[in-house]
């Protein structure tokens, strides 16, 4: 069994109140950003790469978090795919100060967490991921 860490953090665990409205939002957000791939669901839990998400029975989660992404195009797939689902535009997609080529867009998903799509502009990778193998 491989893992591959890098790619996006290393996780992160939010709690939803609803969880199938959590699992639509996400599948799609991921499957925009080209993460479909990485899509695990069962009924009581999502998850993808390092994200994971199950229903929260005393409280949810309030969190900022971003996904690395190739370009400008694939920033603008995920704001308009998370808008579908059923997110809330906190920030369309657009250029912002944090640095230079920092092109990012932002949506709440059904909990209220802040979620970004971000590109930084060109840049070259010293690998795609890192993989663990379990022994």
Not at 74 to 103: I, M, S
Not at 106 to 135: C, I, M, Q, W, Y
Request: hydrophobic share 35%; aromatic share 10%.
């Amino acid at each position: 069994m491989q893992f591959h860490r890098g790619r996006l953090i290393d996780h992160i665990h939010l709690r939803a109140r609803d969880l199938g409205a959590s699992k639509r939002f996400y599948r799609a957000v991921l499957t925009a950003i080209g993460r479909r791939d990485a899509i695990h669901e069962g009924e009581t839990f999502f998850s993808a790469d390092e994200l994971w998400i199950d229903a929260a029975n005393d409280y949810t989660s309030r969190v900022h978090l971003a996904f690395q992404t190739p370009d400008r195009e694939t920033v603008a797939r995920f704001h308009a795919a998370g808008l579908e689902a059923g997110g809330r535009d906190n920030g369309a997609p657009g250029e912002r100060r944090y640095h230079p080529g920092y092109y990012g867009a932002f949506l709440l998903d059904p909990d209220g967490n802040n979620v970004e799509a971000v590109h930084h502009g060109p840049a070259e990778r010293s690998a795609e991921s890192v993989v663990l193998t379990a022994k």
